[in-house]
């Protein structure tokens, strides 16, 4: 069995949600697309069948995707969390020294991350580089477009 899926509360019943969508909704509209398609005759050179199945096939691997995440999910619990360095689940402000801006991304597992809403993965370049940090530290993390240097300003749990 591979590790744990380290998830927040939030981001467990978000995936929990998709799943039964998927498995309630999406399945059956094309299973029914594969039996209407199929009704259209030779099915060697029916391309609606094709794609119905095709489409099939790509979300029943998502399906068994989401239900191996959800089984190997791990909800974090603020007791369990070190409060005074950056963790999964740490809402971290830091200073960026080349340009004098400051950023705030909480640090979640690659399965919650969302840029738009400054989420990023614990498996980020930036993310690996801020893990286990304390505030005040300063940290340069080596990525394609040169060298960044951050200072760590706050760490406050979001759980």
């Given at each position: 069995?591979?590790?744990?899926v380290?998830?927040?509360?939030?981001?467990?019943?978000?995936?929990?949600?998709?799943?039964?969508?998927?498995?309630?909704?999406?399945?059956?509209?094309?299973?029914q697309?594969i039996?209407e398609?199929r009704d259209?005759?030779?099915?060697?050179?029916n391309?609606?069948?094709?794609?119905?199945k095709?489409?099939?096939?790509l979300l029943e691997a998502?399906?068994?995707?989401?239900?191996?995440?959800?089984?190997r999910?791990?909800?974090?619990?603020?007791?369990?969390?070190?409060?005074?360095k950056v963790?999964?689940?740490?809402?971290?402000?830091i200073?960026?020294?080349?340009r004098?801006?400051?950023f705030?991304?909480t640090l979640?597992?690659?399965e919650?991350?969302d840029?738009?809403q400054?989420?990023?993965?614990?498996?980020?370049?930036?993310?690996?580089a801020?893990?286990g940090?304390?505030v005040?530290?300063?940290v340069?993390?080596?990525?394609?477009?040169?060298?960044?240097?951050y200072k760590?300003?706050?760490?406050?749990l979001?759980?």
């Amino acid at each position: 069995m591979a590790d744990y899926v380290y998830l927040s509360r939030e981001g467990y019943e978000k995936l929990k949600k998709e799943l039964e969508e998927l498995k309630q909704v999406k399945r059956p509209e094309l299973s029914q697309k594969i039996s209407e398609a199929r009704d259209f005759g030779d099915l060697r050179e029916n391309a609606e069948y094709h794609a119905a199945k095709e489409a099939l096939t790509l979300l029943e691997a998502k399906i068994t995707q989401l239900e191996q995440t959800l089984h190997r999910a791990k909800i974090l619990k603020k007791e369990d969390m070190a409060e005074n360095k950056v963790t999964i689940l740490s809402q971290v402000t830091i200073e960026d020294l080349n340009r004098g801006t400051q950023f705030t991304y909480t640090l979640v597992a690659p399965e919650e991350s969302d840029f738009s809403q400054n989420k990023i993965s614990t498996t980020s370049p930036v993310g690996k580089a801020l893990l286990g940090k304390e505030v005040g530290d300063v940290v340069e993390i080596k990525v394609p477009a040169g060298i960044l240097k951050y200072k760590i300003l706050d760490i406050k749990l979001t759980i």
